[in-house]
């Protein structure tokens, strides 16, 4: 919509492919690519200072930065994944930072299907960057009239809203794939949040930044629609179903880097540490919930 946008792919034939039909068939099916937007495969095609959006999934975005530093320098950078890096327990941010030093960046994340987005359906996202000039310049440079972004500075809190809400929705996906129930879910995304809280603030997020659209937002919008991989990912667990092992589940690996990160911190993740002993195999849904259950009665 505020175009031109040059759309980058590291598949010359997919990107051919895109060029004749002007459709995404493979992520995007039943999109029409508008005129605005171009297709290249090779970065240098893109003007210096331009702002690059970097849609790849979350273990990938290092290796990507890395083989493209050279051409990613120049641009103001805004990282468009959810979730925590396994090898290093990094966000986003830090990792385009340490291997792009100097490198302007920030995320863009919050609740939003890429599909409704590329609808023209109502959308509101958070726009994090640590710079609040640059955070301004981005703000206006991708807001358009269906969607709408707010700008924080907190990329620590928008980062792991982005991140948690996703082992949450496996988690939400599990219980209702093994038809333990709506009442049930909506403990498990109350407490959920409360974990993705504690977790974000002894990482220095601010409390404000889970309440907004990156945090509890987008953990509403993961754990009920049927849109979201990581909720569809974790009903097939909860019932005992095969799932694609070729889509992007981002919750899985982040499951694991949140829970070594929160040892590390000494906060506690009952639910994010269920998800893990799911994903290990090592228990089933119903012993989890049953280990969750009878934890010692607390204070809210
Ligand atoms: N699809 C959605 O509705 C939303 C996705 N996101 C986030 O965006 C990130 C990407 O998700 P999707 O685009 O949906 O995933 P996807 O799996 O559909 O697409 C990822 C794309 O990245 C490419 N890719 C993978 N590794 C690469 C590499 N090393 N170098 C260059 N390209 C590479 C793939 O070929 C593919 O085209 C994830 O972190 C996800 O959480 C955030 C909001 C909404
Ligand atoms: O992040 C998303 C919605 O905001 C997309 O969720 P999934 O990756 O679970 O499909």
Not at 113 to 134: K, Q, S, V
Not at 219 to 230: D, F, I
Request: aromatic share 4%.
């Amino acid at each position: 919509a505020n175009g031109p946008v040059t759309l980058w792919a590291r598949d010359p034939a997919h990107a051919d492919e895109m060029r004749k039909t002007r459709e995404n068939a493979r992520r995007l099916p039943g999109i029409t690519l508008p005129d605005a937007i171009g297709i290249a495969t090779d970065f240098d095609t893109v003007s210096p200072g331009l702002p690059v959006l970097l849609a790849v999934p979350m273990q990938q975005l290092r290796g990507m930065a890395e083989t493209h530093a050279a051409a990613l320098q120049d641009h103001p950078l805004v990282a468009c994944c959810k979730g925590i890096e396994l090898k290093t327990g990094q966000g986003p941010t830090a990792i385009l930072s340490s291997v792009l030093p100097g490198a302007h960046s920030a995320i863009l994340t919050g609740p939003s299907f890429a599909a409704d987005i590329a609808r023209g359906l109502p959308t509101a996202l958070t726009l994090a960057c640590a710079d609040p000039d640059m955070g301004e310049t981005l703000q206006e440079a991708l807001s358009t009239p269906a969607l709408r972004l707010y700008r924080t500075t907190d990329t620590v809190g928008a980062e792991l809203g982005g991140a948690l809400k996703n082992v949450i929705a496996i988690a939400a996906g599990a219980v209702m794939g093994a038809g333990l129930g709506d009442s049930a879910r909506a403990a498990l995304m109350t407490r959920g949040y409360a974990e993705m809280t504690r977790l974000a603030v002894a990482m220095g997020a601010r409390p404000e930044t889970l309440a907004g659209l990156s945090g509890f937002g987008d953990l509403v919008l993961t754990c009920t629609g049927a849109q979201s991989r990581n909720y569809r990912f974790g009903h097939a667990l909860g019932a005992g179903a095969d799932f694609d092992p070729t889509i992007t589940v981002e919750g899985a690996a982040t499951a694991r880097a949140a829970l070594s990160r929160a040892h590390e911190a000494g906060v506690d993740l009952p639910i994010t540490a269920a998800v893990v002993a799911l994903l290990d195999g090592s228990v089933s849904v119903l012993q989890v919930m049953d280990r969750l259950l009878s934890r010692p009665l607390k204070e809210e």
